[in-house]
């Protein structure tokens, strides 16, 4: 594996400032784009989806749990397959503290289309405790997510419901502080796409159950 150059602290520091003005650029960039997702328009939502937790069967505005803005993970975990998605699983676990959520109106729980039977000693198995309801599979395919994976956002007005946003694929990468904090390092994720010589593992071949290391 390519390690980087090894320079005086002079050289370090003049390499460290070029490389600072494109991360703050980068950052405005970002900051652009959250402006420009906050201003999309949303569709109000006419179903009446149910989902069932601990507590019974909720509706769609129940999960706000109060709150005016709704995140909700669409979890890989359907009903009958044992498999246990490590991409997802990976998500959940960094996921923080939810009361900084809470904080600023937000609530944010996970849906699958598997029934609470084997949601419930999965979660357990893992120690989470976000909120993670069983939804129907009807569900997952209006919000974008099928047999998936994907965040949806919601927003509250009232009584009435309102999408406002969906992402997939990388955009997931978005909040996993985990490939944040090794983007931080010379090595890396240490996959094939990077540069030569840092790895030759597949995107996301690396990831386990936190308790299958």
Same mark, same amino acid.
């Given at each position: 594996?390519?390690?980087?150059?090894?320079?005086?602290?002079?050289?370090?520091?003049?390499?460290?400032?070029?490389?600072?003005?494109?991360?703050?650029?980068?950052?405005?960039?970002?900051?652009?784009?959250?402006?420009?997702?906050?201003?999309?328009?949303?569709?109000?939502?006419?179903?009446?989806?149910?989902?069932?937790?601990?507590? &019974?069967?909720?509706?769609?505005?129940? $999960?706000? %749990? !109060?709150? /005016?803005?709704?995140?909700? +993970?669409?979890?890989?975990?359907?009903?009958?397959?044992?498999?246990?998605?490590?991409?997802?699983?990976?998500?959940?676990?960094?996921?923080?503290?939810?009361?900084?959520?809470?904080?600023?109106?937000?609530?944010?729980?996970?849906?699958?289309?598997?029934?609470?039977?084997?949601?419930?000693?999965?979660?357990?198995?893992?120690?989470?405790?976000?909120?993670?309801?069983?939804?129907?599979?009807?569900?997952?395919?209006?919000?974008?997510?099928?047999? &998936?994976?994907?965040?949806?956002?919601? $927003?509250? %007005? !009232?009584? /009435?419901?309102?999408?406002? +946003?969906?992402?997939?694929?990388?955009?997931?990468?978005?909040?996993?502080?985990?490939?944040?904090?090794?983007?931080?390092?010379?090595?890396?994720?240490?996959?094939?796409?990077?540069?030569?010589?840092?790895?030759?593992?597949?995107?996301?071949?690396?990831?386990?159950?936190?308790?299958?290391?």
């Amino acid at each position: 594996m390519s390690l980087p150059n090894v320079v005086s602290a002079r050289e370090w520091q003049a390499a460290r400032d070029e490389l600072l003005v494109k991360e703050k650029a980068a950052t405005r960039a970002l900051d652009a784009l959250g402006a420009e997702r906050r201003r999309l328009p949303m569709v109000e939502i006419t179903k009446d989806y149910r989902f069932e937790g601990p507590d &019974g069967t909720r509706s769609m505005a129940d $999960l706000f %749990d !109060g709150r /005016r803005q709704l995140i909700v +993970y669409h979890f890989m975990m359907f009903a009958g397959d044992d498999h246990r998605c490590p991409g997802c699983s990976l998500l959940v676990d960094n996921i923080a503290d939810l009361a900084h959520l809470h904080a600023r109106d937000t609530t944010l729980v996970l849906a699958s289309p598997a029934p609470r039977s084997e949601i419930e000693p999965f979660r357990q198995r893992m120690g989470w405790t976000v909120p993670w309801y069983t939804g129907t599979q009807e569900f997952a395919d209006d919000c974008g997510s099928g047999r &998936g994976f994907g965040i949806s956002v919601f $927003l509250r %007005d !009232g009584e /009435r419901v309102y999408r406002t +946003y969906f992402t997939t694929g990388r955009g997931g990468e978005f909040v996993l502080a985990t490939l944040r904090w090794l983007d931080l390092t010379p090595l890396g994720r240490q996959e094939a796409w990077e540069e030569a010589g840092h790895g030759d593992s597949a995107p996301g071949s690396w990831w386990r159950l936190h308790d299958e290391y």
